[in-house]
């Protein structure tokens, strides 16, 4: 996994809004804001939904610490789009189709939930980094059980350092 002080490598990811297929990256907030990334496991599931729905409600905090935030998944961008709508989430979900941006990271699975029997690799951990402007690790955070949420009092805590 990537440590704090660590260059973040950058993404380009496909996304999928109201104006239809656009790419996110995370070098366009490069001089501008400090970005939130946040890997989760799979769009439907409750755990997620919680987080990104509790997310979209707290988006106003996230402004005012001069913080973009970014969901990413392994899930295609037509299911995330399906999963936002459905739930009223507002924050940016970028494809991870390939799982290159998860291994980049560091917090791909091997083998996603093996006990249940589901051997899926390349799932991503949920996981949150904090880049900062300049494009360098600030926070990062993996976890290994799916079922555990950031510590996102802590991640606001650094955010209002570095804003």
């Not at 002080?5 to 995370?26: I, Q, R």
């Not at 979900?93 to 083998?111: C, F, I, N, P, R």
């Not at 051997?119 to 300049?134: H, L, N, T, Y």
Request: overall charge negative.
């Amino acid at each position: 996994m990537l440590n704090v002080g660590d260059k973040a490598p950058d993404f380009k990811l496909t996304t999928l809004g109201s104006d239809g297929p656009a790419f996110t990256t995370l070098s366009e907030n490069a001089g501008k804001s400090n970005t939130l990334v946040l890997f989760f496991p799979m769009a439907f599931t409750g755990v997620c939904t919680q987080e990104f729905c509790d997310l979209t409600a707290s988006l106003p905090d996230y402004t005012s610490l001069n913080a973009a935030v970014v969901g990413i998944s392994g899930d295609n961008p037509f299911a995330q789009s399906a999963w936002a709508e459905k739930e009223g989430i507002q924050v940016t979900l970028a494809s991870d189709y390939e799982h290159d941006v998860a291994k980049a990271y560091g917090v791909a699975y091997d083998a996603f939930l093996p006990d249940k029997n589901l051997e899926m690799g390349g799932v991503p951990k949920r996981s949150a980094f904090i880049v900062d402007k300049e494009g360098t690790i600030q926070y990062a955070e993996s976890k290994d059980n799916p079922g555990e949420l950031p510590d996102f009092e802590a991640i606001k805590a650094k955010l209002g350092e570095l804003a």
